[in-house]
């Protein structure tokens, strides 16, 4: 079985929890614009489930902020919200998870 992680491609709807704590990568521009656009930079950030940030790091590259992510918080619950398996669901509908 393939180890799940950060990437790439999913770091926008996957993330890693471990009871009220919440690993993640997300994205946002330093307040100067340079001449070619937006300076980005990442984020690998540490937050309780309700949005309160207990510790953040900054990147200039996507790929380090993964990396860092990834290595940090490897032995966590690796979230996929894509997958809707991984999702509780209710009885009403077909998201239910199957037992």
Not at 7 to 20: A, D
Not at 44 to 59: I, P, R
């Amino acid at each position: 079985m393939e180890d799940k992680k950060l990437s790439t491609e999913n770091y926008n709807y996957c993330y890693y929890q471990l009871g009220e704590l919440k690993a993640f990568v997300s994205m946002g521009a330093e307040a100067e614009m340079v001449e070619s656009g937006p300076n980005w930079l990442y984020f690998s950030t540490l937050a309780q489930v309700e949005g309160l940030d207990l510790n953040q790091s900054t990147f200039k590259a996507l790929e380090d902020a993964l990396a860092y992510t990834n290595q940090k918080f490897k032995d966590w619950n690796f979230i996929d919200l894509a997958d809707v398996s991984d999702q509780g669901g209710c009885s009403s509908c077909g998201n239910q998870k199957s037992h």
